[in-house]
Every structure is written in structure tokens, then in C-alpha cells.
């Protein structure tokens, strides 16, 4: 998924431990997401960003905080972890004719 | 909430057509329709997406009702690889994009 990458790919945490998930992407798209999928569910929207600067909270916002300190960039940071948190984590970005682009996803496991 | 309604699954044969079903009846004039769908634990692919007009790409075909309530997904000759969840949103400009809890497709072979 040349375009949007994320890192780390993988993740092991203890809870109470802290960590920022990065997602960085080469298209100069405006806006960038951040979803979660536990096994089994469909995704869910934790924050968003509709251009450099801004940020919005989406469905599950709780227990996270995002930063976009430029056009490239939208980190997710997990300052407290905590086993309801493990999930896959999926940055996406929005091209020109609307749809969304995702990158290849996160997997944290918070024990 | 998502704005859509779709069936958790559905089956079909290899080879015939997957019509995939989406109900999306609070619509507003401005919102398009759009379809993803997503293989294993891979991130959701584009597939297609439109406003009132059916629209056709290399992918699959979608049809929108005249009211826009509903609009149906065609894969006109499924395949195995096209086992996936597939989900339908609607939306309009870069605000909070929902996903609902899509369909689960088997393909029979």
C-alpha cells in the first residue's frame, strides 16, 4: 500500500505502558483517519484530521490522543494501554475523488 | 451510527453474479455512495462509489435506486478471491466517514 505507511507493524505492550502509532503518507492529501478492528468487527473511526492543524474526535475516542503537526503526519498515541486496546490499527487517507486509501494496518496486543 | 443497513452475509456460486444489497434510506441529496471491501485482516480496497447514476468500472457495477434509499453492488462473475467483507458508506466531503458492519461474502465453489 505504497502511499500511506504505518509503523510499527507490530506491537506488544504491557498495560500502562505508553506508545505512539505513526502514519505518514506521500500523496499530499488533506484529510487522514484512524480506525481500530477488533477480530471479528468491522472498523471504527478513534480521530480524525481534515487538513494540518486540525484534528476531530470519531466513534471511539477514548483513551487515545492524535497529533498533526503537518500535512504528512497523524500520529495515534495510547498514553495509558489497556487490554481493551489491542486491536488492529488502520491509518487512511482520502485521494482526490473521495475514496478512502488505507495503509497495511497495525497490530497491538496489549497484555 | 453508520448510515447503511446491510446483510451480515450472503453466499454465491463461483462464476455467477454477487448482488450485494446496501439500504441507505436518510440519505441527503449531497452524500455519495461508496463501496470497500476488505480481505482477511488486509486494509478496506476501494471498489466503486456514485451519487444517482449507475456507475461501472473494472471491478463491479453499482445500481441506485431513483429515490437513492437503496443501492445494490454487482460482481458479475465472482470468484473464490472475491471472498471479503464488503462494506457500503455513505458520505459527503472529508467529515466523519462511518463504517458499518459490512457483508460477509462466501463464494462457493
Known amino acids: 500500500n505504497a502511499g500511506v505507511t504505518q509503523t510499527p507493524k507490530f506491537q506488544v505492550l504491557k498495560t500502562g505502558q505508553s506508545m505512539t502509532l505513526q502514519c505518514a503518507q506521500d500523496m499530499n492529501h488533506n484529510s487522514m483517519y484512524w480506525y481500530r478492528q477488533d477480530p471479528g468487527m468491522g472498523l471504527r473511526l478513534i480521530y480524525y484530521?481534515?487538513?494540518?492543524?486540525?484534528?476531530d474526535k470519531g466513534e471511539v475516542p477514548n483513551g487515545y490522543n492524535v497529533s498533526r503537526l503537518n500535512k504528512r503526519e497523524f500520529s495515534l498515541r495510547l498514553e495509558s494501554a489497556a487490554p481493551s486496546q489491542t486491536s488492529v490499527y488502520f491509518c487512511a487517507i482520502t485521494r482526490n475523488t473521495g475514496e478512502l486509501f488505507f495503509g497495511e494496518g497495525s497490530r497491538l496486543t496489549v497484555l | 451510527d453508520a448510515k447503511t443497513t446491510q446483510p451480515p452475509s450472503m453466499d454465491c456460486a463461483e462464476g455467477r453474479a454477487a448482488n450485494l444489497p446496501c439500504n441507505h434510506s436518510t440519505i441527503s441529496g449531497n452524500e455519495y455512495v461508496y463501496w470497500y471491501r476488505q480481505i482477511h485482516s488486509q486494509g478496506p480496497q476501494y471498489i466503486i462509489h456514485?451519487?444517482?447514476n449507475n456507475e461501472t468500472n473494472e471491478m463491479a457495477s453499482l445500481i441506485i435506486t431513483e429515490d437513492r434509499k437503496s443501492s445494490t453492488l454487482i460482481l458479475p462473475h465472482a470468484t473464490l478471491r472475491d471472498t471479503a467483507v464488503y462494506y457500503c458508506?455513505?458520505?459527503?466531503?472529508?467529515?466523519?466517514?462511518?463504517f458499518g458492519k459490512g457483508t460477509r461474502l462466501h463464494i462457493l465453489p
Open positions: 458508506i455513505v458520505r459527503v466531503g472529508d467529515d466523519k466517514i462511518i
Open positions: 456514485g451519487l444517482k
Open positions: 484530521s481534515a487538513s494540518e492543524g486540525t484534528t
